[in-house]
């Protein structure tokens, strides 16, 4: 998704193969397929209370590919894709903390304020200023970059005791 992101932000139009509507779509299914992948991430091994942020993650990817995939000919507002965008970079920041970590959470917290500037038009620029896609593609390279830590740091929860990995 990031690279779709950042390839619409430097060209002077969306993919060379596809219209920007076909991007949007497209866009809509991976996220879909990634929510689904995030939701049932929240429902594998053992129940922790600590997973509600991977789900809410995973509800809110998921929304956005509703509004990219199943919306695309219907007017929807910047205001409504930043304000899941922001949902998704919270509940990131959740995860991180579940985790006992920091770091990511606040980096989330960055992202979910320039989110919500974006969205109410506080920042962007005027028209064909396209910085909104930067930093969209910025957001989700950070999002894949912390599920990949996330991946090789489990939680001790998931840790058994007297069990080699294979």
Known sequence: M?????????????????????????????????????IAAAFWGKSDPKRWPL?????ALG????????????SV???TVMLLVVLMALSLGAID?????SMTAVVSLGFAALFLALGFRWIGGGPGNHVGLLCLGVYFVFSAICF???????LPSDIVVGVLPH
């Open 97 to 101: 903390r579940a985790r006992g970590q």
């Open 77 to 79: 507002s910047i205001l």
């Open 55 to 59: 789900l809410l993650h995973g509800f």
């Open 148 to 154: 990949l830590m996330f991946a090789a740091r489990p």
């Open 2 to 38: 990031a690279v779709l992101y950042l390839s619409m932000w430097v060209g002077e139009g969306p993919v060379a193969f596809l219209t920007w509507n076909g991007v949007v779509v497209l866009l809509g299914k991976l996220a879909l397929l990634s929510a689904a992948c995030t």
């Open 63 to 74: 929304a956005l590919g509703v509004v990219q995939y199943g919306l695309t000919g219907v």
